[in-house]
């Protein structure tokens, strides 16, 4: 099987998700290239190559400075059509769930989209999704050529097989595009993104006010944490929208997370169940939240997270 990765990168950083699916394709023993759009930095060979990519593919040109959705999705259908991948493997983030199903329409492609298993089973894929809200799980195969796939960031984790790795400079017609991206104005450029955090800490309507909140981006800064929040802290205005998890939110796969005043409505379980621990402080026993949580702590907050914070900076004198 040959699989074509599509490396995202943002202000001159290869994104965590795209080290995780050449681990994932590298663990699948498959045949894989990393494919960089845009305004890629030389080195990006050298850093894939410490996780095991062997070609490193770049197409570059001044109208690709900046994402353009048009643009990038026909460049993604040439390379796709050229180098002929059985799989075309794509991050579940906010470009992957943009790019990929422009990418799909193009091609007449089927597409499997946030899933958090991906397997090979007598040289076919296995794929395993949530659907309705993480209520279940479906198991997926998929006939046609190639197979999109996005994989939800954070479920697998990328680890370094150094490797020599080739770059190649793809001669790709740019087409005119329909609309020009001229800048991309980032907000808080030292937050950690929650989708890619180890460690998450949300608040949510418990918390009170956003006079609060800073209990929350401490204990956050003591963890080296991501800090979140439900929907209700976020529609309160106590939060802006980059940090809401839930179904309307972001969906985040974190080693730890800390929910702290959050009851646990469905909405905001599906963007959060799969995290590997889960921490719940709540003072109502009967919050939905303690069904999913591996930890609970039933007890006012403005009690149990002064002193956690506590016992952190005594750790960490």
Not at 87 to 115: E, F
Not at 157 to 167: L, R, V
Request: charge should be neutral; aromatic fraction near 6%.
């Amino acid at each position: 099987m040959k699989i074509l990765i599509y490396g995202e990168h943002r202000d001159g950083q290869i994104r965590k998700i795209t080290l995780e699916n050449i681990t994932l394709a590298r663990n699948l023993g498959a045949e894989f290239e990393v494919l960089f759009i845009g305004n890629a930095a030389d080195d990006f060979k050298d850093q894939v190559a410490k996780y095991g990519a062997g070609k490193a593919l770049f197409v570059r040109d001044e109208k690709l400075k900046t994402y353009s959705p048009d643009g990038y999705a026909k460049i993604l259908m040439r390379v796709v059509k050229d180098r002929q991948p059985d799989v075309l493997l794509m991050g579940a983030t906010a470009t992957g769930k943009d790019l990929g199903p422009r990418v799909s329409a193009l091609l007449n492609a089927p597409m499997a989209t946030d899933c958090v298993q991906v397997e090979m089973e007598n040289g076919q894929l296995k794929l395993v999704r949530p659907m309705y809200a993480g209520k279940v799980r479906a198991n997926l195969e998929m006939n046609g050529q190639p197979k999109i796939v996005t994989v939800r960031p954070n479920v697998y984790q990328a680890s370094e097989q150094p490797t020599a790795a080739q770059a190649e400079e793809l001669s790709v017609e740019v087409p005119d595009f329909k609309a020009i991206v001229k800048e991309i104005v980032s907000g808080a450029k030292e937050k950690l993104d929650v989708t890619e955090a180890d460690i998450i800490v949300s608040g949510g309507r418990g918390m009170k006010g956003p006079e609060n909140w800073h209990l929350i981006e401490e204990l956050a800064d003591l963890l080296g944490a991501a800090t979140g929040a439900s929907r209700a802290a976020v529609d309160a205005g106590w939060r802006p929208h980059d940090e809401q998890v839930g179904q309307t939110g972001k969906t985040v796969s974190p080693t730890l997370y800390i929910a702290v005043g959050i009851s646990g409505a469905i909405q905001h379980l599906a963007g959060m169940s799969s995290s590997k621990y889960i921490v719940a402080i709540n003072k109502d026993p009967e919050a939905p939240i303690f069904k999913v949580a591996d930890y609970g702590i039933v007890a006012d907050l403005f009690e149990v997270v002064p002193r956690m914070i506590d016992e952190l900076k005594k750790m960490k004198n």
